[in-house]
Protein backbone atom coordinates (compact mmCIF):
# COMPACT_ATOMS: atom_id res chain seq x y z
CA UNK A 1 0.00 0.00 0.00
CA UNK A 2 2.77 2.40 0.76
CA UNK A 3 4.68 1.64 -2.32
CA UNK A 4 1.16 2.10 -4.37
CA UNK A 5 0.95 5.99 -2.48
CA UNK A 6 4.40 6.54 -3.28
CA UNK A 7 3.53 5.70 -6.86
CA UNK A 8 0.88 7.54 -6.88
CA UNK A 9 2.61 11.06 -5.28
CA UNK A 10 5.43 10.77 -7.84
CA UNK A 11 3.24 10.37 -10.51
CA UNK A 12 1.55 13.31 -9.91
CA UNK A 13 4.58 15.41 -9.37
CA UNK A 14 5.72 14.25 -12.76
CA UNK A 15 2.21 15.40 -14.39
CA UNK A 16 2.23 18.78 -12.17
CA UNK A 17 6.06 19.47 -13.58
CA UNK A 18 5.18 18.23 -16.63
CA UNK A 19 2.15 20.88 -16.43
CA UNK A 20 4.16 23.37 -15.87
CA UNK A 21 6.98 22.97 -18.32
CA UNK A 22 4.59 22.75 -20.95
CA UNK A 23 2.79 26.31 -19.89
CA UNK A 24 6.02 27.63 -19.70
CA UNK A 25 7.24 26.28 -23.00
CA UNK A 26 3.52 27.98 -24.44
CA UNK A 27 4.41 31.00 -22.68
CA UNK A 28 8.28 30.88 -24.45
CA UNK A 29 6.54 30.33 -27.54
CA UNK A 30 4.32 33.09 -27.39
CA UNK A 31 6.88 35.61 -26.50
CA UNK A 32 8.86 34.63 -28.99
CA UNK A 33 5.97 34.56 -32.05
CA UNK A 34 5.36 38.38 -30.24
CA UNK A 35 9.54 39.52 -30.44
CA UNK A 36 9.25 37.96 -34.08
CA UNK A 37 6.71 39.60 -35.01
CA UNK A 38 7.52 42.89 -33.47
CA UNK A 39 10.94 42.28 -35.52
CA UNK A 40 9.14 41.94 -38.68
CA UNK A 41 6.82 44.99 -38.27
CA UNK A 42 10.18 47.16 -37.00
CA UNK A 43 11.90 45.60 -40.31
CA UNK A 44 8.50 46.96 -42.87
CA UNK A 45 9.12 50.57 -41.33
CA UNK A 46 11.31 53.32 -42.97
CA UNK A 47 11.37 56.70 -43.68
CA UNK A 48 10.24 59.57 -41.90
CA UNK A 49 7.48 59.17 -38.84
CA UNK A 50 5.80 62.13 -37.93
CA UNK A 51 5.04 62.22 -34.08
CA UNK A 52 2.67 64.36 -32.68
CA UNK A 53 2.86 64.11 -28.74
CA UNK A 54 2.11 66.66 -25.63
CA UNK A 55 5.09 68.32 -24.42
CA UNK A 56 5.63 66.47 -20.80
CA UNK A 57 6.95 63.34 -22.96
CA UNK A 58 9.40 66.18 -24.50
CA UNK A 59 10.04 68.17 -21.50
CA UNK A 60 10.02 65.29 -19.36
CA UNK A 61 13.02 63.90 -21.04
CA UNK A 62 11.49 60.70 -21.60
CA UNK A 63 11.47 61.04 -25.40
CA UNK A 64 15.09 62.13 -25.65
CA UNK A 65 15.72 58.76 -24.39
CA UNK A 66 13.32 56.50 -26.43
CA UNK A 67 13.14 57.80 -29.80
CA UNK A 68 16.81 56.82 -30.43
CA UNK A 69 16.33 53.49 -29.61
CA UNK A 70 13.42 52.97 -31.67
CA UNK A 71 15.22 54.47 -34.55
CA UNK A 72 18.22 51.99 -34.27
CA UNK A 73 15.66 49.27 -34.57
CA UNK A 74 14.08 50.55 -37.66
CA UNK A 75 14.90 52.55 -41.05
CA UNK A 76 12.48 55.39 -39.67
CA UNK A 77 13.52 58.92 -38.92
CA UNK A 78 11.41 60.49 -36.14
CA UNK A 79 10.40 64.32 -36.47
CA UNK A 80 8.73 64.53 -32.96
CA UNK A 81 6.06 67.69 -33.02
CA UNK A 82 5.24 68.26 -28.73
CA UNK A 83 2.45 70.35 -29.03
CA UNK A 84 -1.09 69.94 -25.94
CA UNK A 85 -3.34 66.85 -26.71
CA UNK A 86 -5.84 68.75 -28.14
CA UNK A 87 -4.01 69.91 -31.12
CA UNK A 88 -1.94 66.50 -31.51
CA UNK A 89 -5.44 65.14 -31.70
CA UNK A 90 -6.73 67.35 -34.44
CA UNK A 91 -3.46 66.74 -36.60
CA UNK A 92 -4.75 63.45 -36.33
CA UNK A 93 -7.94 64.35 -37.50
CA UNK A 94 -6.84 66.39 -40.60
CA UNK A 95 -4.25 63.50 -41.19
CA UNK A 96 -1.22 65.69 -40.60
CA UNK A 97 0.29 62.66 -38.18
CA UNK A 98 1.50 59.52 -38.44
CA UNK A 99 1.47 58.44 -34.58
CA UNK A 100 0.11 60.14 -31.61
CA UNK A 101 1.29 59.71 -27.96
CA UNK A 102 -0.86 61.84 -25.96
CA UNK A 103 -2.77 61.71 -22.29
CA UNK A 104 -6.45 63.10 -23.20
CA UNK A 105 -8.63 59.44 -23.13
CA UNK A 106 -11.82 60.70 -23.24
CA UNK A 107 -11.07 62.54 -26.26
CA UNK A 108 -8.87 59.78 -27.48
CA UNK A 109 -11.98 57.65 -27.22
CA UNK A 110 -14.09 59.89 -29.56
CA UNK A 111 -11.03 59.84 -32.38
CA UNK A 112 -11.42 56.36 -32.09
CA UNK A 113 -15.27 55.70 -32.76
CA UNK A 114 -14.97 58.22 -36.00
CA UNK A 115 -11.87 56.19 -36.79
CA UNK A 116 -9.38 58.76 -37.30
CA UNK A 117 -6.99 56.51 -35.13
CA UNK A 118 -6.63 53.03 -34.57
CA UNK A 119 -4.20 50.60 -32.61
CA UNK A 120 -5.04 52.57 -29.55
CA UNK A 121 -2.89 51.07 -26.89
CA UNK A 122 -2.27 52.00 -23.10
CA UNK A 123 1.54 52.62 -22.63
CA UNK A 124 1.67 54.36 -19.27
CA UNK A 125 0.81 56.65 -16.19
CA UNK A 126 2.50 59.03 -13.90
CA UNK A 127 0.06 61.98 -12.16
CA UNK A 128 -0.70 65.44 -12.07
CA UNK A 129 0.33 67.81 -9.09
CA UNK A 130 -0.72 70.99 -7.18
CA UNK A 131 2.39 72.82 -6.91
CA UNK A 132 3.21 76.19 -5.62
CA UNK A 133 5.30 78.51 -3.38
CA UNK A 134 6.74 76.72 -0.55
CA UNK A 135 5.10 79.90 1.55
CA UNK A 136 1.87 78.10 0.53
CA UNK A 137 -0.46 81.37 0.86
CA UNK A 138 -3.78 79.89 0.34
CA UNK A 139 -2.74 76.86 2.64
CA UNK A 140 -3.50 74.43 0.90
CA UNK A 141 -1.15 71.94 1.38
CA UNK A 142 -2.72 68.15 2.03
CA UNK A 143 -5.94 69.25 0.91
CA UNK A 144 -8.45 67.36 -1.29
CA UNK A 145 -8.39 68.42 -5.08
CA UNK A 146 -11.46 70.37 -5.02
CA UNK A 147 -10.91 72.37 -1.53
CA UNK A 148 -7.35 73.69 -2.67
CA UNK A 149 -8.41 74.76 -6.13
CA UNK A 150 -11.38 76.58 -4.14
CA UNK A 151 -9.08 78.18 -2.03
CA UNK A 152 -6.31 79.35 -4.40
CA UNK A 153 -9.24 81.22 -6.35
CA UNK A 154 -10.97 82.22 -3.50
CA UNK A 155 -7.77 83.84 -1.37
CA UNK A 156 -6.85 85.74 -4.68
CA UNK A 157 -3.99 83.88 -5.23
CA UNK A 158 -2.26 83.48 -8.89
CA UNK A 159 -2.82 80.27 -11.11
CA UNK A 160 -1.02 79.87 -13.76
CA UNK A 161 -3.05 77.72 -16.23
CA UNK A 162 -1.40 76.39 -19.50
CA UNK A 163 -4.54 77.44 -21.53
CA UNK A 164 -3.44 75.05 -24.30
CA UNK A 165 -6.05 72.36 -24.50
CA UNK A 166 -3.20 70.01 -23.85
CA UNK A 167 -4.10 66.83 -21.74
CA UNK A 168 -3.18 69.28 -19.14
CA UNK A 169 -5.37 71.91 -19.55
CA UNK A 170 -8.40 69.50 -20.53
CA UNK A 171 -7.88 67.98 -16.85
CA UNK A 172 -7.04 71.11 -15.06
CA UNK A 173 -10.95 72.63 -17.04
CA UNK A 174 -12.64 69.75 -15.72
CA UNK A 175 -10.72 69.76 -11.91
CA UNK A 176 -12.45 73.69 -12.26
CA UNK A 177 -15.88 72.32 -13.43
CA UNK A 178 -16.40 69.95 -10.53
CA UNK A 179 -16.75 72.62 -7.78
CA UNK A 180 -18.77 74.90 -10.65
CA UNK A 181 -16.04 78.13 -10.89
CA UNK A 182 -15.13 79.59 -14.11
CA UNK A 183 -11.91 80.80 -13.43
CA UNK A 184 -11.17 84.32 -14.91
CA UNK A 185 -9.36 87.85 -13.87
CA UNK A 186 -6.29 88.61 -13.23
CA UNK A 187 -5.15 85.81 -10.93
CA UNK A 188 -6.27 83.49 -13.25
CA UNK A 189 -3.40 83.60 -16.12
CA UNK A 190 -2.77 81.59 -19.47
CA UNK A 191 0.71 80.70 -20.84
CA UNK A 192 -0.59 79.46 -23.96
CA UNK A 193 2.51 77.22 -23.78
CA UNK A 194 3.65 73.57 -22.48
CA UNK A 195 4.17 72.65 -19.36
CA UNK A 196 7.97 73.54 -18.37
CA UNK A 197 7.19 76.91 -19.43
CA UNK A 198 4.28 77.14 -17.35
CA UNK A 199 5.82 75.71 -14.53
CA UNK A 200 8.55 78.21 -15.22
CA UNK A 201 5.85 81.46 -15.03
CA UNK A 202 4.41 80.29 -12.01
CA UNK A 203 7.82 80.21 -9.87
CA UNK A 204 8.18 83.12 -11.12
CA UNK A 205 5.23 84.65 -10.36
CA UNK A 206 4.76 83.12 -7.07
CA UNK A 207 1.71 81.28 -8.49
CA UNK A 208 0.26 77.44 -8.33
CA UNK A 209 -0.13 75.59 -11.05
CA UNK A 210 -1.56 71.82 -12.07
CA UNK A 211 1.58 69.63 -13.51
CA UNK A 212 2.40 66.56 -14.59
CA UNK A 213 4.59 64.75 -11.94
CA UNK A 214 7.00 63.91 -14.71
CA UNK A 215 8.00 67.47 -16.23
CA UNK A 216 7.66 68.79 -12.62
CA UNK A 217 10.50 65.95 -11.44
CA UNK A 218 12.71 66.84 -14.25
CA UNK A 219 12.39 70.43 -13.73
CA UNK A 220 12.15 71.09 -9.83
CA UNK A 221 15.74 72.04 -9.76
CA UNK A 222 15.30 74.73 -11.47
CA UNK A 223 11.77 75.38 -10.54
CA UNK A 224 11.48 76.49 -6.85
CA UNK A 225 7.83 74.76 -6.32
CA UNK A 226 6.40 72.34 -3.64
CA UNK A 227 4.04 69.54 -4.46
CA UNK A 228 1.49 70.93 -2.35
CA UNK A 229 -1.38 68.57 -3.52
CA UNK A 230 -1.38 65.01 -4.61
CA UNK A 231 -2.17 61.02 -4.71
CA UNK A 232 -6.09 62.45 -5.57
CA UNK A 233 -7.81 59.49 -7.48
CA UNK A 234 -8.79 62.37 -10.16
CA UNK A 235 -5.14 63.22 -10.50
CA UNK A 236 -4.54 60.50 -12.31
CA UNK A 237 -2.57 61.22 -15.62
CA UNK A 238 -3.01 58.14 -18.16
CA UNK A 239 -1.00 58.08 -22.06
CA UNK A 240 -1.79 56.08 -25.10
CA UNK A 241 -0.17 55.41 -28.36
CA UNK A 242 -1.58 54.81 -31.62
CA UNK A 243 -1.95 55.17 -35.24
CA UNK A 244 -3.24 57.73 -37.10
CA UNK A 245 -5.87 56.09 -39.73
CA UNK A 246 -4.28 55.83 -43.50
CA UNK A 247 -7.12 56.41 -45.22
CA UNK A 248 -6.84 60.14 -43.90
CA UNK A 249 -4.11 61.26 -46.37
CA UNK A 250 -2.11 59.11 -48.41
CA UNK A 251 1.06 60.86 -47.36
CA UNK A 252 0.63 59.16 -43.69
CA UNK A 253 3.62 56.25 -43.03
CA UNK A 254 1.12 53.76 -41.77
CA UNK A 255 3.80 51.15 -41.29
CA UNK A 256 6.51 53.19 -39.29
CA UNK A 257 2.97 54.34 -37.29
CA UNK A 258 2.36 50.41 -36.48
CA UNK A 259 5.87 50.13 -35.22
CA UNK A 260 6.29 52.67 -33.53
CA UNK A 261 3.41 51.99 -31.35
CA UNK A 262 4.55 48.10 -30.81
CA UNK A 263 7.69 49.91 -29.76
CA UNK A 264 6.00 51.57 -27.23
CA UNK A 265 4.54 48.75 -25.59
CA UNK A 266 7.40 46.08 -26.25
CA UNK A 267 9.33 44.72 -23.05
CA UNK A 268 12.21 46.73 -23.47
CA UNK A 269 10.64 50.03 -24.15
CA UNK A 270 8.17 49.23 -21.00
CA UNK A 271 11.33 48.42 -18.84
CA UNK A 272 13.31 52.12 -20.07
CA UNK A 273 10.05 53.35 -19.38
CA UNK A 274 10.10 51.78 -15.44
CA UNK A 275 13.67 52.99 -14.65
CA UNK A 276 13.64 56.27 -16.47
CA UNK A 277 14.54 58.92 -13.95
CA UNK A 278 14.95 56.57 -10.82
CA UNK A 279 18.69 57.11 -10.91
CA UNK A 280 18.17 61.13 -11.39
CA UNK A 281 15.21 61.68 -8.88
CA UNK A 282 15.32 58.69 -6.81
CA UNK A 283 11.75 57.82 -8.51
CA UNK A 284 10.34 56.86 -11.62
CA UNK A 285 8.71 59.79 -14.01
CA UNK A 286 6.46 57.31 -15.27
CA UNK A 287 4.92 53.94 -14.60
CA UNK A 288 4.82 51.65 -17.89
CA UNK A 289 0.98 49.58 -17.97
CA UNK A 290 1.03 48.13 -21.59
CA UNK A 291 -0.30 44.46 -20.98
Known sequence: MKIRNKSLFFYLMIMVLSAALLVAGCSNTKD???????????????????????????????????IPMFEEQTDVRVKTIAVGSGRA??????????????????????????KDVTN????????FIIVGPKEDPAGIKGLPVQEALKKIYESKNIFVSRGDDSGT??????????????????????????????????????????????????????????????????????????????????????????AFVEFMVNKDTQKTIKEFGVDKYGEPLFFPDAK
Open 169 to 258: HKKELALWKEINIEPSGQYYQETGSGMGDTLKVAFEKGGYTLADRGTYLALKNDVKLEILVQGDDSLLNIYHAMQVNPEKSDKINSAAAK
Open 120 to 127: RKLVMHND
Open 89 to 114: LEMAKSGEADALLVHAPADEEKLVES
Open 32 to 66: DKSKEDNKQTAEKASGDLILATTTSTQDSGLLDEL
